[in-house]
């Protein structure tokens, strides 16, 4: 993959933290904290949900003991039979999440059938960054409207459930830049610490209607689905709340390990999850009344206010968790082509994988306040919720079918059969969060298309820049041959001339020698490629090919979850024999201008969209960490 819009290859940045520096147990608590607290914040809400869209409300016992099954099978089929036991075999060199699985599928087939991957690669995308900015709102309110419910004070307290959840989130997007190495290491614990006692609430309330166990069964789920008829599907739109956070599991595989996710899944997450809703359900089968607000109305009256500042502590964490992942997703897409060059921040020069990205703190934070304002209340924001993770789902199950026919070479008939499983189930709960768009689930659809537009956009107007470069550049080999028969002026030193192509001569090497009538000593022609997998041994770093005298071909090579450091990279070049001092060398960068062409490969809407992308892209010489001072770039205009 390469960016051929400053005539260099593009490059990944941020690493993921091995998952074999630190202990088995100690790695499943840190997963705790970073993986499940997201679907550790559900039962605030999902009960609830569920109940409202059913027939009776929750007021018959039918349909409370269907509600708990559908909850239960849910976790048991979507979470731990299709992400635990099956998806996360189908890792990138350890890595999971939809673009590690796209990269991999790719590898796996070429021609056409590639071009579809890379569309489910990038509506998947999209889709996590509607998650993102819902994420946040969703949880975060839930946990503070237990204001309302508060003991002797809720009334007087209700007024404030906005502005406090506004400043909660204000500050939680304020303090990104500084990084989370510091108190990341208390997340694992507190989250510990919520499940645990999502667990102990449960099992007190158990006993009220010890009954409830029989929920265990999936036929009640079946039978209340058929009582409500057509609501039945609203139902399952409420009952899917209680997995969002499940492609979470996966997507974060490659910084805890398999073992550490699937041991804290089994043993604390999902016995802890089981509890609390049968916990809630007992609670509405002895008490009807409880069934609008269950989860804060099990709670008992002596531990209300503790209880309620864990839970605003997990949403954090959780919102926390989710906007992180919004920058390894960005990163991600930014090394495979997918986005612009953007300023990603390491906030850690000690602890891998801490990145800031100050563009999509931005964006999440005004898309998460525009939501808050919009819906105003929890019940609201859970009808936007939902759509866009069962998209994410759906297109990590299509990707799972091309791992299983081409990467563990099953019969077509096996492939379409496992995936087509796990498909049927993503695409009944696509259908149930479809009929939500009205209520809202249309607001990450939204914010979905927008980016589809800019990374096709981004994806198609580089691939266009490249294929004019190519029909436009001289081949490298030629232009030597030229040389050595009129050969410049020669300048001492060397430079390095950075290029997408290193088979064609690079445009700022031509305007060299064009206007300054020059050519160095050594001259390097630089490229950085970002391979298909997630991170690149340091001895396959760089790779030297000599041309003649006066030219080497240097391929740099990053994983998508590494950092570009070209100084860094080059200092490697020593051990093969070819130093130089990179404080006496000049590094070349060519500096595409693009203007505008209706009859020249895009739509001139996209044409537009394409030169805004490129204007607003992050410096090369940054994203690169070249020293400044080192830097030429020399100009050219073209048409896309």
Request: glycine letters at 10%; charged letters at 15%.
């Amino acid at each position: 993959m390469a960016d051929p819009t400053v005539d260099a290859a593009g490059a990944s940045e941020g690493d993921a933290r091995s998952p074999h520096h630190e202990g088995f147990w100690a790695l499943a608590v840190g997963s705790v904290g970073v993986v499940f607290g997201d679907i550790g914040t559900s039962p605030l809400y999902a009960m609830r949900v569920a109940l409202a869209n059913t027939q009776s409300g929750g007021a018959d016992r039918l349909t409370v003991l269907g509600v708990v099954s559908l909850i239960t099978w849910a976790l048991i089929m979507i979470v731990t039979v299709k992400y635990v036991i099956f998806l996360m075999r189908a890792d990138n060199k350890g890595e999971g999440g939809t673009l590690a699985l796209m990269a991999l599928a790719q590898r796996l087939i070429k021609g056409r059938r590639s071009i579809f991957v890379l569309i489910l690669g990038i509506i998947g995308a999209a889709l996590f960054y509607g998650d993102g900015v819902l994420t946040p709102a969703v949880s975060v309110v839930s946990a503070v409207e237990g204001l309302k419910v508060a003991p002797g004070i809720g009334h007087l307290l209700a007024p404030w459930v906005m502005p406090i959840s506004i400043g909660i989130l204000v500050g939680l997007f304020a303090v990104q830049s500084r990084g989370t190495a510091s108190v990341g290491k208390f997340f694992g614990p507190i989250t510990v610490a919520w499940f645990l006692t999502l667990g102990a609430l449960g099992a007190l309330h158990i006993a009220d209607d010890p009954s409830i166990l029989s929920g265990l069964s999936p036929h009640y789920g079946v039978l209340m689905l058929i009582q409500n008829g057509v609501l039945g599907v609203l139902i399952l739109g409420g009952v899917f709340l209680a997995v969002t956070g499940a492609e979470a599991l996966y997507a974060d595989m490659g910084h805890f390990g398999k073992g550490p996710l699937r041991a804290a899944w089994a043993f604390l997450v999902l016995p802890c999850l089981l509890l609390n809703y049968f916990g809630q359900g007992a609670m509405v089968l002895a008490h009807p009344e409880t069934r609008a607000n269950p989860f804060f109305e099990m709670i008992p009256e002596v531990v209300y206010w503790p209880v309620l500042l864990l839970a605003t502590v997990g949403t954090i964490i959780a919102s926390q968790a989710v906007i992180t992942g919004a920058f390894s997703v960005t990163q991600q897409a930014v090394s495979l082509g997918l986005l612009p060059r953007m300023d990603i921040r390491r906030t850690s020069e000690t602890q891998a994988g801490q990145i800031f990205v100050p563009q999509i703190n931005l964006m999440l934070l005004v898309g998460v306040l525009g939501l808050i304002v919009l819906f105003k209340t929890s019940d609201n924001l859970t009808s936007a919720y939902g759509i866009a993770v069962t998209g994410a789902m759906l297109v990590d199950t299509l990707l799972f079918f091309v791992i299983i026919r081409h990467l563990w070479k099953r019969p077509l008939w096996q492939a379409a059969l496992g995936a087509g499983f796990f498909g049927v189930i993503d695409i009944v709960f696509v259908g149930a969060n479809l009929l939500k768009i009205p209520q809202g689930a249309w607001a990450p659809l939204l914010l979905g298309v927008i980016l589809v537009a800019v990374m096709l956009t981004w994806q198609r107007g580089t691939q266009i820049l490249s294929e004019k470069a190519r029909r436009d550049s001289l081949p490298l080999l030629e232009l030597s041959d030229i040389l050595k028969a009129r050969g410049p002026y020669r300048a001492p030193g060397t430079a390095i001339f950075l290029t997408s192509d290193p088979d064609t001569a690079p445009v700022a090497l031509m305007h060299n020698l064009k206007h300054n009538k020059v050519l160095h000593e050594k001259n390097i022609i630089l490229t950085v490629h970002t391979a298909e997998t997630p991170r690149v041994p340091e001895d396959q770093r760089i790779r030297i090919e000599p041309i003649n005298e006066d030219f080497k071909k240097i391929v740099v090579s990053y994983g998508f979850m590494e950092s570009p450091n070209i100084p860094k990279a080059l200092g490697l070049c020593r051990k093969q024999g070819l130093k130089f001092d990179i404080m006496a060398t000049s590094f070349f960068l060519g500096r595409r201008s693009v203007v505008p062409s209706a009859q020249s490969g895009m739509p001139l809407w996209q044409d537009k969209l394409f030169i805004f992308l490129m204007k607003n892209a992050a410096n090369p010489t940054d994203f690169y960490k070249i020293p400044p001072g080192r830097v030429v770039e020399m100009g050219t205009q073209v048409t896309v």
